[in-house]
């Protein structure tokens, strides 16, 4: 069993940045494959970024290529999404998620209960 604890959203402006934190305890982190979806009201949630369990290889949407970076550290059980250039778009509930797999499928494992990001246009 592994619980996922989602910090970091807020609101901010178009323009400016945020840092999602995901805090994962109950087996070792180093073997999740993890990564971060969003949702908003009437969608499905979506694939934003994920990242391998070593960290090796990560993946981007087409949406947020260029403007977010995904980043783990598995000594602090800890993965990261860097939002920079954030857009009205952008805003979304922002769920972390983990799979017991080398890299990450739309199917997880694990959920956290996610953090709300809204960006004012």
């Known amino acids: 069993q592994v619980q996922l604890v989602e910090s970091g959203g807020g609101l901010v402006q178009a323009g400016g940045s945020l840092r999602l934190s995901c805090a994962a305890s109950?087996?070792?982190?180093?073997?999740?494959?993890m990564g971060w979806f969003r949702q908003t009201p009437g969608k499905e949630r979506e694939l934003v970024a994920s990242?391998?369990?070593?960290?090796?290889?990560?993946y981007y949407a087409d949406f947020v290529k260029g403007r977010f970076t995904i980043s783990r550290d598995n000594a602090k059980n800890t993965m990261y999404l860097q939002m920079n250039s954030l857009k009205f778009e952008d805003t979304a509930v922002y769920y972390c998620?983990?799979?017991?797999?080398?890299?990450?499928?739309?199917?997880?494992?694990?959920w956290g209960q996610g953090t709300q990001v809204t960006v004012s246009s």
């Open positions: 990242i391998s369990s070593y960290g090796t290889s990560t």
């Open positions: 109950g087996r070792t982190f180093s073997s999740l494959a």
């Open positions: 998620a983990g799979q017991i797999r080398l890299t990450l499928t739309t199917s997880p494992d694990y």
